[in-house]
């Protein structure tokens, strides 16, 4: 009875495993909190839910960037306020009086 290795499990010229030789891709996705990071292409976008409605913001490239906003946006929905991308609408007579 002969045993059939998979290419998985094969050695390189190294001894290390080829699963261990090959490069690890940074994830396309993180989660800080409730605010989750989806990287589509090369844009990250956040996905939040905020008083019931779903915000998914476009951030930009960088990962590091992406992060430290949904670290903010996660702290202002842990207190209550009003996360940073977020706005209310204002009516022209609310304007006017101000």
Do not use: C
């Not at 844009?43 to 939040?48: D, N, Q, S």
């Not at 998914?56 to 209550?80: E, F, T, Y």
Request: charged share 25%; glycine share 8%; hydrophobic share 30%.
């Amino acid at each position: 009875m002969t045993h059939r290795v998979s290419p998985r499990m094969q050695s390189g010229n190294n001894g290390d495993s080829i699963a261990n030789t090959t490069r690890q891709r940074a994830s396309d996705s993180f989660r800080v909190g409730k605010v989750r990071g989806d990287r589509r292409g090369n844009i990250w976008y956040l996905t939040y839910y905020e008083l019931g409605q779903r915000h998914r913001p476009r951030v930009g490239s960088d990962r590091k960037a992406a992060k430290q906003l949904a670290a903010q946006i996660n702290g202002q929905l842990a207190s209550h306020a009003p996360a940073v991308l977020s706005f209310q609408p204002v009516s022209i007579d609310d304007l006017r009086s101000r």
